[in-house]
Structure formats: C-alpha cells, structure tokens
C-alpha cells in the first residue's frame, strides 16, 4: 500500500480512482466493511483503490476541549488500512489553513486533480470543506461538474449482527460506542465491534523494578499511542514488531501476558502506567523496544493490598487466568475475525 502524506508524493496522471473520505479511527468493523467494498469497486472497474483520512482529528483542531482520545494511534491506523485491501492511503495533515477551503476546492483539488477520482463513495451524513457546508448532495453536484460518480453507502449493519452474544448494545458501528466500552474495560466487548483485540502500542522504558522483585518483571510502557482502557487487569498479547519485520516465524514474536494498568495503589503510587508481565518469562531484555499490547479479557480492577503477601498470591491467581483464558483459544492470537456489513463511522 502506497502512505502518501502530501499530494507532491502523488505520482502524476495517477488514477483512475475509487476514494472515500473519513477518520477511519481504530478501522473497526464498519470501516473494514465500507473499504472491503472500495477494493472492490475498484478491482471491478480496473481502478486504484484509496482511502483519504486525516491527522490530526479535526475536532482536536477545531473543538480540541472535546476531541475524543483515539483508538489508535497512526502506525496502527496505517497497519489496519492496509490489511483491508487498499491501494494508497493519502493522510492529510489537518489544519486550519486546510480547513478553509471550500467543497469545491478540496474536491478538485484532493480527489480530481490530485488522486484521478472516478467513483467517490461517502456516508449519506458525509460533510466536508468550509464549515462543513459540503453535503451529500454538494458531491453529487460536483461530480457531474469534475466528472465523477458518487456513491452514498446505506446504514446496512448493526452491532447486534454479530454482537449480541457478547453483551454489546444494539446499534449502529461507532468509534465512540468502542471507547465507551474501554473506558469501562470491557476489552472483550470491543473486539466484537473492532473485529480484532483492542491494540495500543508503546517503547518498553525503565520502572521501579518492583516486579521483578516480586518474581513478576514487566515491560513498562512510555510514549503510548492507542486508547488506554479502564485501570485493571487484563489478559492479553505482547507482541514484538520488530522481531516479527525481522524472523516472521519466531516463536518470540507474540507473547502471552498479564497487563496492568493503573498507579500501583499498594505502593502508593500517583503516575499511572501501562506493563506487561510476560507469562512465565524472565529472561527477556525488552527495553527500548517498540512493542504493541493486544487487550483479550478483563481479569480484574485495579485493587490496594494490605500488604506484599496479598498482593502476590493475587498476581499469580491473575497469572493462572491469564494462561487459561490465553490457552483456551477465546484469545487467539491469530488473524483478526472476519467482518460482517456496517456502516463506517468516524
């Protein structure tokens, strides 16, 4: 897939193209099933297929008091468009001097000039340029004018489709219905709607040493990006992406893990953090690497212990958990479930 930042990186006379336009915030189900049906557009009309999103999120630029916090953070975004299929993703960097221009000037100039559009397919609420005074039918009439079709997608899926089982609310596919649901760490419940485990990403940075000197050392996450769920305890996955870039069948690449989050109320502590213990594995020497952690279950919420005895027997409890839940095959590792129809939100 071709990441382009910056239309100079277009190469010229680029197209014919199938182009949608949004956020694509953590690529959830609707998103997978809205760019699934640009692939295939464009693979029936001999097109290129592409996905125009943004950085940062508009609202952090205009309302940024009210932004949402992100599923994800860029690396993943990219990562997740890619799997789906597409061609290019051009990644817009979001300003106010960008938001000025008017809905005739960004179609021209980003989807006709820039990226040779034959076919654009938006949502029927899409809004775009100056004010957001582009409407569904402000496209229509421009692509009579540049000489495109436009497509507007149905709302054609709900959560409830695939969900219900795993006690997610009946409704439309959302960005925001996701993060309502992390930030009450229901991880389980979010992978229903993301299609895959809740994923954030980090560089491993020196703590306080305090498990290994329980008998649990953990990797200690700094610089995260990708929403941070509700303090507890999880299990999940760590895996190593550069390890992988380099040995794909490495058996070291995707670890089981116990993962904490939270200030460590037993030591008193005031930061929050985010750390990973690694299920019956001390010999790792993961500092300074960059490493993804993948949600699976919520163990428990973060509690204080009276003491260091109390805490431990909980860890190894948590450690058992980990493992059956991991062992189990409930939180497979493997590759991310198939999606079903939905409408792409944010």
């Not at 910056?6 to 189900?29: E, K, M």
């Not at 100039?109 to 039918?137: I, K, P, S």
């Not at 008998?215 to 941070?228: C, E, H, K, R, S």
Request: glycine share 10%.
């Amino acid at each position: 897939m071709h990441l382009w930042t910056d239309l100079d990186q277009v190469p010229p006379g680029f197209g014919p193209s199938v182009v949608t336009i949004g956020n694509f915030d953590g690529v959830h189900r609707g998103h997978a099933e809205v760019l699934g049906r640009i692939v295939s557009l464009a693979r029936e009309s001999g097109s290129e297929a592409v996905a125009v999103t943004f950085h940062p999120h508009p609202a952090t630029v205009h309302r940024p008091e009210q932004a949402p916090e992100l599923l994800t953070g860029i690396a993943d975004r990219m990562e997740l468009l890619e799997a789906t299929g597409l061609d290019a993703v051009l990644l817009v960097e979001y300003t106010l001097d960008f938001a000025q221009q008017t809905p005739e000037e960004f179609v021209r100039t980003y989807l006709v000039e820039g990226l040779g559009a034959r076919t654009v397919v938006v949502g029927h609420d899409v809004r775009f340029g100056r004010d957001n005074a582009g409407n569904l039918a402000t496209m229509i009439e421009l692509g009579r004018t540049h000489g495109f079709e436009v497509r507007a997608i149905d709302d054609v899926g709900t959560v409830a489709s695939v969900a219900v089982d795993a006690g997610v609310p009946s409704g439309r596919w959302s960005s925001t219905e996701i993060r309502g649901l992390l930030t009450d760490g229901k991880v389980r419940e979010a992978a229903a709607l993301l299609g895959r485990h809740h994923r954030l990403r980090g560089v491993v940075v020196h703590g306080d040493a305090r498990g290994r000197e329980l008998g649990f050392p953990t990797a200690n996450l700094g610089a995260i990006t990708g929403m941070v769920p509700a303090d507890g305890v999880y299990a999940g996955w760590l895996r190593r992406p550069q390890l992988l870039a380099a040995a794909p069948g490495n058996c070291d690449g995707v670890l089981p893990a116990a993962i904490s989050i939270g200030t460590n109320p037993t030591f008193d502590g005031v930061e929050r953090r985010v750390e990973a213990y690694v299920l019956d594995r001390t010999d790792l020497d993961l500092y300074d690497e960059e490493v993804v952690l993948e949600f699976v279950e919520h163990l428990r919420p973060t509690l204080r212990f009276d003491g260091i005895e109390a805490l431990v027997e909980t860890m190894h409890d948590d450690v058992a958990r980990a493992r059956a839940i991991l062992a189990s095959g409930a939180g497979s590792a493997g590759p991310d479930p198939d999606v079903s129809p939905a409408e792409a939100e944010e």
